[in-house]
């Protein structure tokens, strides 16, 4: 593979991320996994180094948790359900949460959401929100 | 819970954010709540304060209102219906609005809307507008 | 109403906008005018002046047409269905799209489908594209 | 057609974007193209000259694929379905990706999914991750 996307070392995009709405539905309809509700951080590392990640997630009625530790390895996509969690805890569902998410190495983040607790799914997803600033 | 994220005071994200978009759908199906068409302001205050919010709503053929006074607790995330504000007024349903968000420490600001006027649900979410310019 | 938002005169916000998907489903199923299938352009303008906005749309196949122009009053938001646009011409359904928008103040632009072609809608909506760059 | 948006040579936009989440739906209900499941890039070049855009898809277990050589028209915009990408070889449907897009003129790019695997369609689509830095 040639080009410019081969020949970078420190990567493409933010160090520092967040969302503000995180909410894992509570039952499910349809066939799993494809279609069981979730909720997915997709990490993307055009770098040639592996990312440390460290997520933590915040809570409307208790202090946050983490770091959630995940390693996105050089040159891949990582999409990771929240539902699979484990360590420290498992993120609780139909719980409101946030997260913060910190990594070594520029990266981008984005979020996406399956519903299906009704027959048909429902489906939202967003760049996440970043910043140099801290 | 170790880190960066415990031990930084000055919060992460912007004090200005807007949504264009804003309208409560008039009617549901399903169960409520959970099922209950509604419009949601989701708040990550990452910092050691407590941050006060303002939220005021912009109409189409009348004069804004507000503020709208929420606190989000230091280290905590709130995922505030725009159907429950109360005072100054209610939101009304079946109305264009948008909003106009303040804070006085740096916070996340993401909007969600679930309506559910036909059987199956329908979801959108994005990362408010922000800017530091004002 | 007290408070910083009704002491701005600049208003908030950037003066070019862009979106670059685009597509006006070609039928619809439910009742009309809620659930037809419509593409909405939600303008707020929270500045004590009004906002003079010429709409520019891209197509695939043919060149560029505009401006439509807009005026989104003083502390008012609009939410313009371009299903409904006419001059300089109307925008055909079932055809791609991207659209270009400035302003004469600054403004938040956020873009909106209601796709209603099975029986269950669905929803997208996004932050438009902004920069101060031009 | 008058106006700025006419005037302009230089384009509106970035040069680098970049999409987390990426994954084409491996089957789809309902008629076809209109409704089978896919994820289409939405392309803005508002300039005067045309650009040439390379695609490259990150995968999470093997090694990038690209560039994809795409030209989005002058003053045109250009909705790219990956599901239709063929060399140097087809997206795996039903697989985890992401994509990182560098163009020679600033562009915008949107992200759009239609997920038909159930009755009724489901969209999402946001503004993707853009960047100066690279």
Not at 4 to 15: E, K
Not at 25 to 39: A, D, L
Not at 105 to 119: C, E, G, K, N
Request: aromatic share 10%; net charge negative.
């Amino acid at each position: 593979m040639e080009g410019v996307a081969m020949n970078r070392t420190q990567g493409f995009g933010h160090r520092y991320w967040a969302i503000a709405e995180g909410f894992i539905p509570g039952w499910s309809s349809g066939p799993k996994p494809q279609m069981e509700s979730h909720e997915t951080l997709c990490f993307l590392n055009t770098s040639d180094i592996d990312a440390n990640v460290s997520v933590y997630i915040y809570y409307s009625e208790r202090e946050p948790s983490g770091p959630y530790r995940i390693t996105v390895p050089a040159r891949r996509t990582l999409h990771q359900r929240i539902n699979e969690l484990k360590y420290p805890q498992p993120v609780p569902r139909s719980t409101d949460y946030a997260c913060f998410i910190e990594s070594d190495t520029p990266i981008v983040v984005q979020h996406t959401r399956l519903d299906s607790r009704q027959a048909e799914n429902a489906l939202i997803s967003t760049i996440a929100y970043h910043s140099e600033q801290i």
